[in-house]
Nanobody
Framework: VQLEESGGGSVQAGGSLRLACAVS???????????VGWFRQAPGKERENVAA????????YYADSVKGRFTISRENAENTVYLQMDSLKPEDTAVYYC??????????????????WGQGTQVTVSS
């Protein structure tokens, strides 16, 4: 299982970005059986799980810091999970990573142990 993030960049405060996490699976269960999470890590700070989506797409988790501003979604036909980020703040500046784990049967994707990780994409929000 390989994950690749895209869509990062620089934006002014109040702006929007949409990150994409493309998942490639050579063998084994299909993408539709995986839960996917988005994490971020800023310099000198711990990694934070900002959002996650379950295998069916109807279970979501959001950190309090992004609730109401970020939206996670998945498109199984494209093996892709998106993170729509609106009303961005300078404190959202970080490297954003997506991660995946087999998630059949998981309804609420909180505090999952992820097995596969992408390389990350930088998001910079200027004031």
């Amino acid at each position: 299982v390989q994950l690749e993030e895209s869509g990062g960049g620089s934006v002014q405060a109040g702006g929007s970005l949409r990150l994409a996490c493309a998942v490639s699976i050579a063998s084994g269960p299909p993408f539709s059986r995986y839960a996917v999470g988005w994490f971020r890590q800023a310099p000198g700070k711990e990694r934070e799980n900002v959002a996650a989506i379950n295998w069916t797409g109807d279970g979501h988790y959001y950190a309090d810091s992004v609730k109401g501003r970020f939206t996670i979604s998945r498109e199984n036909a494209e093996n892709t999970v998106y993170l729509q980020m609106d009303s961005l703040k300078p404190e959202d500046t970080a490297v954003y990573y997506c991660a995946a784990t087999y998630g059949l049967g998981i309804n609420y994707p909180y505090d999952l142990k992820y097995d596969y990780w992408g390389q990350g994409t930088q998001v910079t929000v200027s004031s």
